[in-house]
């Protein structure tokens, strides 16, 4: 009898302890972020004013040590050196062996990506400055191309990415936190954005999700959707 109410009692506990586990790494990647954010601010302070440039085809992964991109630039320059921060606590999947490794350009992915405005398959490197003004997002998804309207709702970087076969064993990793979604802005504050809707989570092969979600979240923030 007293092994039933036991198991009973634990069976009612786990729940709440895997929910209480999951709000902590959600206060942990918000901590990264908020770190990733300060950095940011630091780097552009010393590169007149523009954030840590970006490949548009891999704004999720931080390059070779040699040849550092996005955030990258943020670990090679001395802003942020906590290897740990760069990784979502609530994704395990990452090798992150690969980062900074040379001869892994491409395939050094970390947890967070840098917000990215445009996409046409080049090689081309996306920046801007913190203070503005902002670029157009214009990256096809429904909406007519619009900037920001200022620091406060220009994201810089979250937990909206895409990492492909290479880094994480295939597929796609976003939005962990269940309906909500970490995210850093130009204006240096980082904050959690519910989206009961969970719209920006299509489905776990959307490479699109990367791209077009942080401007589904500024234009919830701005009221514009």
Not at 83 to 99: A, I, Q, R
Not at 132 to 149: C, D, I, V
Request: proline share 5%.
């Amino acid at each position: 009898m007293v092994i039933a109410i036991i198991a009973i009692l634990a069976a009612m506990l786990l729940p709440a302890l895997s929910a209480a586990r999951e709000r902590a790494r959600q206060s942990n990647c918000l901590s990264n972020l908020k770190q990733m954010a300060l950095g940011c601010t630091m780097y552009a302070g010393d590169n007149k004013d523009y954030r840590p440039a970006a490949r548009q085809s891999h704004h999720h992964c931080v390059g070779a040590y040699a040849s550092p991109n996005g955030l990258g630039l943020l670990y090679t320059g001395g802003y942020n050196t906590t290897e740990k921060s760069y990784y979502c606590p609530s994704v395990t999947k990452f090798n992150d062996t690969l980062f900074l490794e040379e001869g892994n350009n491409n395939k050094a992915f970390i947890g967070y990506s840098l917000s990215i405005y445009k996409w046409n398959w080049t090689d081309n490197y996306d920046s801007h400055r913190l203070s503005g003004p902002f670029p157009k997002y214009e990256l096809g998804s429904g909406y007519t191309a619009e900037a920001p309207a200022g620091p406060g709702t220009m994201p810089l970087c979250g937990d909206l990415f895409y990492a492909d076969e290479g880094a994480i064993g295939g597929g796609v990793e976003q939005g962990k936190h269940g309906k909500s979604f970490n995210v850093a802005w130009a204006d240096g504050h980082a904050d959690a954005n519910l989206d009961p809707s969970k719209k920006p989570i299509i489905g776990s092969t959307d490479w699109h999700m990367a791209f077009w979600g942080f401007e589904y979240i500024w234009r919830s923030v701005e009221g514009k959707l």
